[in-house]
């Protein structure tokens, strides 16, 4: 039986069921601070269009689009249960087709080239 560090450190790699939703709500209270500090240190426009790499609980995509409100925000993770997740934080804001989360890797993003101003990747390497 894996041990529950280990456990909750692949849950945070890739998050999965009902555990993997607990993990992706503890990361959206907890990691809120260090996004703030790191997005405090950078410009970013009104009108920008950015991409959140990895984009887990959705907390910094909503946060992304409190600093481009003329913009939009895409967010992609490979965890199902991230997208999932993510869209329901980020509901009122794909509706209003100001956000949009996808499903998908890194390794082959469905954007074109030079699509975006701004490219983000929170704490996404485990």
């Known amino acids: 039986m ?14 999965t069921g009902e555990l993997g939703r607990i993990v992706g709500k503890k990361m959206n209270e907890s990691h809120i601070e260090l996004w703030k500090w790191g997005l405090g240190h950078i410009s970013i426009k009104e009108r920008s269009t950015i991409l959140d790499i990895g984009c887990g609980g959705g907390k910094a995509i909503k946060l992304l689009y409190s600093l481009s409100k003329k913009g939009k925000v895409f967010g992609i993770d490979y965890s199902k249960e991230m997208v999932q997740l993510s869209q329901e934080v980020n509901n009122d804001l794909i509706k209003r087709s100001k956000v949009e989360i ?25």
């Open 102 to 126: 996808l499903h998908g890797s890194v390794s082959s993003l469905p954007f074109a080239n030079n699509m975006f101003d701004f490219v983000t990747a929170f704490e996404t390497y485990y």
């Open 2 to 15: 894996m041990k529950w560090t280990e456990e909750m450190i692949r849950q945070c790699s890739k998050p």
